[in-house]
């Protein structure tokens, strides 16, 4: 789907990532994006689980549900700082809940930034007045497109007797003759 703000790049309207065990595939858990819901955090994670004094907790506020902490969508950083796949892999690794292939490291690494990059790109076409401040803040020259029109003006132009004007005023004599 096209991003309809924009028009130009592809954006992801859903998608799930889950944890399975077994070769009945029980759930574990999962990371799901749902964009633009109502009801609940669009980026969350369900864990299946049961909790004994979340549920009575839930019940004194007259939710009777089963396994409540399942139903649960505990948000993970919104639109646009979600968790990549590549965050629950390496975390199955470092739980050692499955084995890596070496050099397994990098190649997450690597891929993980190309995504945050993305994302990172992203926010900054929704709210590009933050990046500049935040990059005039960190000591970076950044102007707008009228300033940056204005500066190359000047420079082609120039004030009267300037090297850019004289060559202007030579260019016109040799059209005149």
Request: contains cysteine; hydrophobic residues 35%.
């Amino acid at each position: 789907m096209l991003d309809m703000t924009e028009g130009t790049f592809l954006t992801v309207r859903s998608s799930v990532c889950a944890l399975m065990v077994g070769d009945d595939q029980d759930e574990v858990l999962h990371y799901d994006y749902d964009r633009d819901k109502d009801q609940y955090a669009e980026a969350h994670v369900q864990i299946q689980a049961r909790h004994a004094g979340l549920e009575s907790f839930l019940g004194d506020l007259g939710r009777k549900e089963v396994d409540a902490l399942s139903k649960l969508h505990l948000p993970v950083g919104g639109r646009r700082f979600r968790p990549a796949l590549e965050d629950l892999l390496e975390c199955l690794i470092n739980e050692r809940i499955v084995d890596p292939h070496p050099g397994w490291k990098q190649v997450l690494d690597e891929s993980r930034q190309k995504y945050r990059d993305k994302q990172i790109a992203a926010a900054v076409r929704r709210q590009p007045e933050i990046a500049v401040n935040e990059l005039r803040r960190l000591g970076y020259g950044v102007t707008d497109d009228a300033t940056f029109f204005a500066r190359i003006k000047q420079m082609f132009s120039g004030p009267p007797g300037s090297r850019a004007n004289s060559r202007k005023q030579a260019h016109s004599k040799g059209r005149r003759h």
